[in-house]
C-alpha cells in the first residue's frame, strides 16, 4: 500500500448534503482502482481524507452523498506524499515493536523524555487532568519527564485520534466502545510486562478485564494468551438522578406525604419497578388536560437511556459472542416500547422532538424535569456550576414483571492505552503516567475530591469514598453516591442492582448502535407511527447483516 494523497475538502461544500459530514464517498484513480478513506477529521473547518491505494497516478473524483442527494461540488486539494504503509484501515499506525529492551515504570529515569498524553472531556475534566498531570511531573524521580496534555472535546475526540493514527500519543484515552477495533488493529501496546498482578488486584476487577485481549482468538477479556493493553481510567455507572429540591415543592404543592413518596419510590438500595417509576411521574407532573405538555413546562424525565431499559429487562442487542441479533427477543421490545410509552401513554418524557432542541443534562440543569441521568464525572460540572438545587441518584428502574430482570445501569468505561510505536523509554514514562493516574492512592483521592469519579481503588471506593472518611466531600451532592459504588459491585446473586459493559464494547464496530437510534427514529417509534415489535422485526435483517460483517472483519 502507498500512502498517496490527502485530499481537502471545504465544510461548507459538504454540509450541501444536509449531514455534518459526508456518509459515503467513491474515490478512483485513473478510472481503474478505488481506493480507500483512511481518516477523516474536522480541522479549522476544512475536512481532511487520508487515502491508501496500491496504484500512483493522475487522480480524479468523485463524490457522492449517501440517500441520493446532490453531488457535491468538487473543489478538491490532492497533496501527493510518499511512505510505505502495512495494511490498511487502523493498521497503519500498528506494525511491531519497537527495538530496545523492557523498562520497568518503576527504574528510575535517567534520560529527559517527552510524552504527549491524549484525553477529553468537558473544560472542568480538561483541568482536573492537567492538575494531576502538574502534580505528577512536581512528584520525586519524575523530574526528567515531561508530559504534554491534551484536552480534547468529547465529540470530535476519535476523529482528531484517527486522523493522527501514523503518529499517536504516547498515552491516550481510549473508550471501551472502540477498543476492539483498535487493538484488533495493533494500533496499542501489550503493556502485560509493566504491571503486577498484585497492582491489578487493587481495582475493580471488572475494569481490567475490559481491557485484556487474546489476538490468536480475536477475544476480549482475561484468558490464555490474552494481553493486557490499556489500564481502567475510571468505571461510570450512568444512574437515576433527581432534583430533591424541583422533587419536594412538588410533592407539597400536590399535598402528597414526603415521608410516603420517600419510603415507597426513592429509596437508594431498592430499585423502582417501570410500573412504579411511570406511577411516580405521573402523580408529579402538572398536566391538566392530558394533552403532553406540562403546565409548567417541567417534565418528569427527560429522556431514557436504551441500555438500561434493554439491560434492566434481562435483554441484550445480540448474543455472548455479539454474532446474532436479539432485538427480536420480547423483552428487548418491551424494554423499547417502555420508553416510548413514558411520551406516548403517560406523557411524562420530553417527546422526541424537543430532545433533539436540548440534551437531558441541560434540560435538568435548567429545571425543566424532575428526573434524568448522570455518572459520576457530571459532579465536576455540577459542582462547578454551583447549581441552585440540591440532586440525589438511585438505581434504575427495572422490569418488576419479568422475573429474571434486575436494576442494570450501563456502566461506561475508558482505558489508559499506549501506542504500539512508543519506544523503550517513552513507554516507560507513559506506563508510570497511566500507573499513577490509574491506582495512585493520593491522584484517586484527589479524581473523587474533584468529582471525577468512583474511584478505581475498591478499598478506597468501597470506605473512604463511600462514608467520607477523609471529610473531602462534606456537604457535596449526591448523598447517595452509595449507589454508584452498588452498581458497580453487583455481582452477587441475591443483589438486585449492578451493571454492564455498554454493548458496542463488544463489536467491532461502534457506528451499528448509531444507526439502529437513527432507524427507529425515521420509522417513528417515539411518535407513535409503529410499534417497538414492528420496527425492530423489520429491522432484524440489516443488524443480523451488521453483526456478521463486523464478525468476519475480526478473522
Known sequence: MIFQTIFYHTQGEISRCGYKKPDYFNIYITKTTNITIFNFVLDGGHYWFIIMSDKVGEIRQKADCRKGRKNMKKRWLAVVLAGALAGASLAGCSGSDPQGPIISPEDPIEEEVTINFWGWGDLAEQQNYQTLVNQFMAEEGNENITVIYRGINSATYMTTL??????????????????????????????????????????????????????????????????????????????????????????????????????????????????????????????????????????????????????????????????????????????????????????????????????????????????????????????????????????????????????????????????????????????????????????????????????NLVSMATDEYLNDTQGLLEGKDPADRSVWVDTINGTSDTDRIGGKVRPRYYTYSSGWYDDFLTYIDEQGLWTGERTAEQICKAYAPSFQSALTEMKANLG
Open 162 to 455: 484517527r486522523a493522527s493514527a501514523r503518529n499517536l500519543p504516547e498515552l491516550f484515552y481510549m473508550p471501551d466502545y472502540d477498543f476492539l477495533e483498535w487493538v484488533s488493529a495493533g494500533s496499542l501496546k501489550d503493556i502485560s510486562a509493566y504491571v503486577e498482578e498484585e497492582e491489578l488486584s487493587q481495582l475493580w476487577p471488572q475494569a481490567v478485564d475490559e481491557y485484556y485481549y487474546n489476538p490468536d482468538t480475536a477475544t476480549l477479556g482475561q484468558s490464555e494468551g490474552a494481553g493486557l493493553y490499556g489500564l481502567p481510567k475510571d468505571l461510570g455507572p450512568f444512574t437515576l438522578v433527581y432534583n430533591k429540591s424541583l422533587l419536594d415543592a412538588r410533592i407539597e404543592q400536590k399535598g402528597l406525604d414526603a415521608d410516603e413518596i420517600y419510603a415507597e419510590y426513592l429509596t437508594p438500595t431498592q430499585a423502582m419497578t417501570w410500573e412504579k417509576f411511570r406511577t411516580l411521574l405521573k402523580m408529579l407532573v402538572n398536566d391538566a388536560n392530558n394533552d403532553g405538555t406540562p403546565d409548567d413546562s417541567v417534565y418528569g424525565i427527560s429522556h431514557y437511556e436504551i441500555e438500561t431499559a434493554v439491560y434492566s429487562n434481562n435483554a441484550n442487542f445480540f448474543n455472548d459472542d455479539a454474532s446474532e441479533q436479539r432485538i427480536t427477543d420480547q423483552n428487548f421490545i418491551d424494554a423499547l416500547q417502555f420508553i416510548a410509552d413514558l411520551t406516548l401513554v403517560d406523557h411524562v418524557m420530553v417527546p422526541s422532538a424537543l430532545q433533539s432542541d436540548m440534551d437531558g443534562f441541560t434540560r435538568f440543569v435548567n429545571q425543566q424535569c424532575i428526573f434524568s441521568f448522570m455518572g459520576p464525572w457530571d459532579c465536576a460540572q455540577f459542582w462547578g456550576f454551583d447549581i441552585p438545587f440540591t440532586y440525589n441518584i438511585l438505581p434504575v428502574p427495572y422490569n418488576g414483571e419479568n422475573p429474571d430482570a434486575m436494576s442494570t445501569a450501563w456502566v461506561g468505561s475508558m482505558g489508559y492505552c499506549v501506542s504500539a510505536r512508543a519506544n523503550s523509554l517513552q513507554t516507560a514514562a507513559a506506563m508510570r503516567l497511566a500507573k499513577y493516574l490509574c491506582m495512585n492512592e493520593e491522584a484517586q483521592r484527589e479524581f473523587y475530591e474533584l468529582g471525577q469519579q468512583v474511584p
